[in-house]
């Protein structure tokens, strides 16, 4: 079997060379290697800059319009709600060897210093998203890709209020964690095909879920949702992005296997979406990806023998590739990372001038203290 394993990944190497440009073939040609990687080995081969006409040749093979022609076509070919299952449903232990241990965050966190470990860095993003919902006891409050219930819980400890609380996610494994450890309503729905009832809800957010929407459901989906808000609700968008219409080379292989059927939409088609929707931007921010994904990296390497006996070796090196990978994505300005806060253009209490007030109100006061 590895011996097989081993000249499969020699043999498919030149053909997806040629057909799907030397990222992609280097990134299968270690992820499907029936030897455990080295660590130092993949993060180095994975994130540092070599020759830069090399460089320069793995950024642009195959070409933008080769690149687009595949972006659209490959999440055609592949089933998204079963690409979605399989990689959430690998294992909630396998998960949690690397997660951070209070949340189970798998979304970017927020490292205010060298000494954060992913632990501060999830509890910092949870108070930064806290802050952007700003939920209220007896407010209905829905998360589209609700994970591990992360958010759910911080929201539950701050109001104390469980009944309202509801989550939605693709993956069985999930529901039953959060079933079994919270008691939240996580259902297993299809956050882009449910119709939603209008006006129903006071917050709805979502934190590295819309990644998974195709492009063409991000604008009926960003309707549903828009109407789905009251008035003087809000909606809160945490995502990653494409910078350019043609997805990066360096992704393509993400898409074809670690989360299949993935067509990332670019910064500019998250704004016009929503505004052609209806709604309005009072607060956008940009975050740094890089330091969440060295220390899943890390944790994972740490629990190397643990994550090798629950999903084996092959699956221990594409996580290894891909958070290398993902962390040279957003280290070369290919992702980026945002947060929206959005309302409704007709939203009665325009919410930004009153957060802004409150927060500058805030920060004079510590100031003047
Ligand atoms: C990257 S995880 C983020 C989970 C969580 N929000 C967090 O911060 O850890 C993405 C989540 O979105 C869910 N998801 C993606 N597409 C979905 C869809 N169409 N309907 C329901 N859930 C979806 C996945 O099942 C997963 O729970």
């Known amino acids: 079997m590895s011996s097989f394993s081993n000249i499969r990944r020699y043999v498919l190497y030149f053909p997806e060379f040629l057909l799907c440009g030397p990222s992609y073939a280097r990134f299968f040609f270690f992820a499907r290697s029936s030897e455990v990687l080295d660590p130092k080995f993949v993060w180095k081969t994975f994130t540092s800059s070599g020759n830069p006409l090399v460089e320069n040749f793995m950024r642009n093979y195959p070409p933008g319009v080769v690149r687009k022609l595949w972006a659209f076509l490959y999440p055609k ?22 997660l951070d241990r209070k949340y189970m965050f798998y979304t970017c966190a927020d490292f205010l210093t060298n000494q954060d ?27 589209i890709g609700c994970g591990w219930g992360s958010m759910l819980k911080k929201i539950f400890n701050f109001t104390g209020d469980r009944e309202n609380l509801y989550g939605y996610t693709l993956s069985v494994e999930q529901t039953r964690f959060i079933d079994q450890t919270y008691g939240f309503s996580a259902q297993l729905k299809d956050f882009i095909t449910t119709e939603y009832e209008p006006e129903a809800w006071d917050k709805i957010f979502s934190i590295g879920g819309m990644e998974h929407v195709p492009r063409a459901d991000l604008l009926p989906l960003a309707r549903k949702l828009a109407s789905a808000i009251k008035p003087s609700g809000r909606l809160v968008h945490h ?14 292989a993400a898409g074809a296997d670690i989360f299949p059927g993935i067509e990332l939409a670019t ?5 016009d979406t929503f505004e052609q929707a209806g709604l309005r931007i009072v607060h956008h921010s940009v975050h740094d990806y890089r330091p969440t994904l060295k220390a899943w990296f890390d944790r994972l390497v740490e629990n190397k023998e643990a994550a090798l006996k629950l999903v084996g070796v092959q699956t221990y090196n594409k996580y290894l ?8 994505l957003f280290d070369d300005r290919d992702l980026l990372l945002m947060r929206f806060v959005l309302q409704r253009q007709d939203a009665p209490n325009p919410w930004a001038s009153s957060l802004y007030a409150e927060k500058s109100r805030r920060n004079l006061q510590a100031v003047c203290k």
């Not at 632990?119 to 829905?142: C, M, S, V």
């Not at 910064?267 to 704004?271: E, F």
């Not at 590739?321 to 040279?328: I, S, V």
């Open 267 to 271: 910064w500019q088609q998250h704004v």
């Open 77 to 98: 070919l592949q089933d998204r709600v079963a690409g979605i299952s399989k990689h959430y449903d690998i294992s909630n232990d396998f998960y949690q060897l690397f």
């Open 321 to 328: 590739c891909y958070l290398a990978e993902a962390w040279r």
């Open 117 to 143: 470990t992913i632990e501060t860095a999830q509890e910092n993003k949870a108070n930064y998203i806290l802050g952007l919902i700003d939920p209220q006891p007896g407010e209905k409050i829905l998360e």
């Open 239 to 252: 995502f990653f992005c494409q910078m350019t219409s043609a997805p990066p080379a360096k992704l393509l």
